[in-house]
């Protein structure tokens, strides 16, 4: 079995200057660099696919974990993707309001272990919560994509989806204009989240049969 659990983040979009998404990937494979490989996406309707894609039949992980920031003030681990599209793009692209993948099936649910990693932040002290819902948005598109082109790749089997990351402080702190209204956003620090991912991988890596 390859060694390696594939943990992407995405790029900063959306006027923000940072995405923790990206940040806590990175720090995951610092952390466990003998089994995490990190990667980043872009926010791009065009190439989220296509790197997604190319990630997976270069690396053939073992496991796949997507994050993605999200205004919410939790963990959220995502237990669907759906087949749409909406929303403007960071190249300036749209969505268009329509299916990801024409002939795609409807939604695919996450084959992470949802409630053991519930429990296993919750052990720790982490903020965290099972959400059925990604939005329609590029980090939905990811949790759909990932396990789109494993079946594809006959792959099915293997462990996959979307954890929402909430934002850092610093960002809630001085969030860009759009975001700003009187009351500052939902926000957890950087090693509380780290904490509650490295429990999250942990609880992945306790199910998988030995070998
Ligand atoms: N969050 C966005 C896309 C990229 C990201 O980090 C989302 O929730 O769809």
């Known amino acids: ?26 720090a995951l494979a610092a952390e466990r660099p003998e089994v995490v490989m990190a990667a980043c996406l872009p926010v791009s309707w065009e190439e989220v696919g296509r790197e997604l894609r190319r990630l997976l039949k270069e690396h053939r992980p073992r496991a796949v974990v997507c994050l993605g920031q999200a205004v919410r003030p939790a963990l959220a681990l995502e237990r669907v993707g759906v087949n749409w599209a909406r929303g403007r793009d960071q190249r300036n692209r749209e969505g268009g309001d329509r299916p990801l993948i024409p002939e795609g099936p409807d939604a695919y649910l996450s084959t992470l272990p949802l409630s053991r990693m519930r429990e ?92």
């Open 1 to 26: 079995m390859a060694p390696l659990i594939l943990v992407t983040g995405f790029e900063p979009f959306g006027g923000w200057t940072i995405n923790p998404s990206w940040e806590l990937a990175r």
């Open 120 to 211: 296993a932040c919750r052990a720790r002290g982490v903020p965290c919560y099972i959400s059925n819902s990604a939005g329609t948005y590029l980090c939905n598109a990811a949790a759909y994509l990932v396990r789109h082109y494993l079946q594809l790749e006959g792959r099915s089997a293997t462990p996959a989806g979307f954890i929402h990351v909430p934002l850092f402080p610093e960002q809630a702190a001085d969030p860009p204009s759009g975001h700003a209204g009187q009351l500052p956003p939902p926000s957890m620090d950087r090693n509380t989240q780290l904490k509650g991912l490295l429990a999250c991988l942990d609880a992945l890596l306790e199910g998988e049969p030995d070998g």
